[in-house]
């Protein structure tokens, strides 16, 4: 088989990594990739970005692509699977119409609101005046969100009204996030523990992978702006198998079903970014309609089965009679950053310790680099994500930062505890 995996970020990376490792892979093309890609086995850059999907259409046909993945949200949106149905070609994601999980969060939150799955209160809004009164008698702290697409950035946490109306006028008026600012959803502040559920679908069946903790926030200690995340491992301990099955039943079989209900049927990955309430109600915060970045990375670090097979039972409707093999032991992924993300930084800085994964068990997937004049250089502001696995999370914590230190180039940036909930745990 000959593949395409669309996309240039980490995810894409270990998308392109683990499909590779199929022996029915002959070669995997990524469009546009980074120089980790230009580097793995089977695997093949072509310059044509995520988001052209008519130069991506072109490229399937002429180079008689068997299957296409889709990494990034954008081209989702923009309706790239209907595109490549539309020609007959197999591409895995959802459609436009179902990628409106992540494009929009005001539909969704109301999707959420028509099939009583648990989420957080909320109002959305068009009319920026109209905001503005609502801060002014909404529960504090609260959450503006930018409606539309924001590269993970588009979530502002308030903490009294004064930055609730600085967050709506920083999205509805000074369109920071452009036109994903056309809308904006308030909604309650959710405390408790969060949790990355993913699944492959197949517009019936849900196929669980594994369960996964997001590090959202730039700083140790989840402090300092949003980010699109900082580092990541899987299992996470707050889903166990009683609290999977919640989320199964509460969560994404509603989803599902509710999703068909509207004569949609969806086939691809499905993220449930999820709150873990004291209360032990898993309450839905987003849904990605792909793969999260960085969670992928360790998740896919521990798949024992094949992912090209998951991936075509989805796309032949036979999701139900396969199951996905893992291994036993923890993973995790350190994103080592641009200084300054996720605000300003610099490209172009020369990366050093890129050979120190050759050791069994860990691996390091690029993000924002790229090749110039023979040395690999940053390129965006998440840069590489570092994964390790081990005998318990402290262990793969351990040997990821141990990884981590033997990477370098000016102004690098890391959060130093990832997987710190975990760990406490195992401490206990």
């Not at 920083?170 to 969060?194: C, H, K, Q, W, Y």
């Not at 990541?232 to 999977?244: C, H, L």
């Amino acid at each position: 088989m000959k593949l395409l995996v669309v996309g240039s970020g980490g995810r894409e990376h270990a998308l392109a990594w683990a499909l590779a490792k199929s022996d029915r892979v002959e070669s995997v093309l990524v469009a546009p990739g980074n120089a980790g890609t230009a580097n793995e086995p089977k695997v093949e850059n072509i310059p044509v970005g995520a988001e052209d999907i008519d130069g991506l259409l072109e490229l399937a046909r002429t180079a008689q692509i068997d299957l296409t993945v889709i990494g990034p949200e954008a081209p989702l949106v923009a309706g790239i699977v209907d595109r490549f149905k539309k020609h007959g070609l197999k591409c895995f994601g959802p459609t436009a119409s179902g990628a409106r999980l992540e494009g929009s969060k005001a539909y969704t939150k109301d999707f959420l609101q028509r099939y009583k799955i648990p989420t957080a209160g909320y109002a959305n809004f068009s009319d920026i005046d109209a905001a503005l009164k609502h801060v002014e008698t909404c529960n504090i702290p609260t959450v503006v969100k930018a409606d539309g697409l924001a590269a993970g950035k588009g979530v502002l946490i308030a903490h009294t009204r004064e930055e609730a109306a600085a967050a709506v006028n920083l999205v509805m008026s000074d369109r920071a996030f452009g036109e994903a600012g056309n809308e904006v959803v308030i909604e309650d502040f959710l405390s408790g523990e969060e949790a990355s559920f993913m699944a492959i679908i197949d517009g019936d069946d849900i196929l669980p992978l594994a369960t996964s903790q997001d590090h959202k926030a730039r700083d140790d200690g989840d402090q300092g702006p949003n980010t699109g995340g900082m580092g990541a491992y899987s299992p996470a301990p707050v889903i166990d198998e009683a609290m999977a099955e919640r989320v199964m039943a509460e969560v994404m079989r509603p989803t599902v079903e509710g999703l068909k209900q509207d004569g949609e049927h969806y086939t691809g990955f499905l993220y449930a970014g999820l709150m873990i309430g004291d209360d032990g109600v898993p309450r839905v915060l987003e849904f990605n309609c792909r793969m999260g970045d960085p969670e992928t990375q360790p998740i896919l670090f521990r798949l024992k089965s094949d992912l090209v097979d998951l991936i075509e039972a989805a796309l032949d409707g036979e999701l139900g009679n396969v199951t996905a093999d893992w291994d036993a032991r923890p993973a995790l992924g350190v994103v080592l950053a641009a200084g300054g993300y996720p605000d300003s930084y610099n490209k172009g800085d020369v990366i050093s310790g890129l050979d120190a994964d050759s050791a069994d068990n860990v691996k390091i997937f690029h993000a924002g680099t790229k090749t110039t004049g023979g040395n690999t250089v940053t390129n965006g502001g998440r840069v590489l994500c570092a994964v390790a696995l081990g005998d318990s999370v402290a262990d793969a914590q351990t040997r990821a930062y141990n990884l981590v230190d033997k990477i370098s180039w000016d102004n690098v940036y890391t959060r130093r505890d990832i997987g710190y909930r975990a760990v406490a745990r195992e401490h206990v």
